[in-house]
């Protein structure tokens, strides 16, 4: 059984900053690829950004040079640290990883979701 976490969200005014986590925990060989989406009110699911296991990094246009995306292999986490917050990126931000078992075989995961919202 594997579980995401996600942790980090909250309110915060427009030019602010919050960091996002999101840990992954059960019977978990490695974790390859982390993507971060965010959906906001009535609008379609959006992807964020990627982590690759190999250490590389993309971004939505949209949060390119605000968003930065890292992870710790070693504790299976992803970060999502957001600077330069904007009205429009109030939404609900899921963690999503892509994950292989000891066994053998990989399966793709979702977290919970953490809310972020923007506001004066």
């Known amino acids: 059984q594997v579980q995401l976490v996600e942790s980090g969200g909250g309110v915060v005014q427009p030019g602010g900053s919050l960091r996002l986590s999101c840990a992954a925990s059960?019977?978990?060989?490695?974790?390859?690829?982390w993507d971060w989406y965010r959906q906001a009110p009535g609008k379609q699911r959006e992807w964020v950004a990627i982590?690759?296991?190999?250490?590389?990094?993309m971004y939505a246009d949209s949060v390119k040079g605000r968003f930065a995306i890292s992870r710790d292999n070693a504790k299976n986490t992803v970060y999502l640290q957001m600077n330069s917050l904007k009205p429009e990126d109030t939404a609900v931000y899921l963690c999503?990883?892509?994950?292989?078992?000891?066994?053998?075989?990989?399966?793709?995961?979702w977290g919970q979701g953490t809310q972020v919202t923007v506001s004066s």
């Open positions: 999503n990883a892509d994950i292989t078992f000891p066994g053998g075989g990989d399966k793709n995961y």
């Open positions: 982590a690759t296991r190999g250490g590389s990094t």
């Open positions: 059960g019977s978990i060989l490695r974790v390859n690829a």
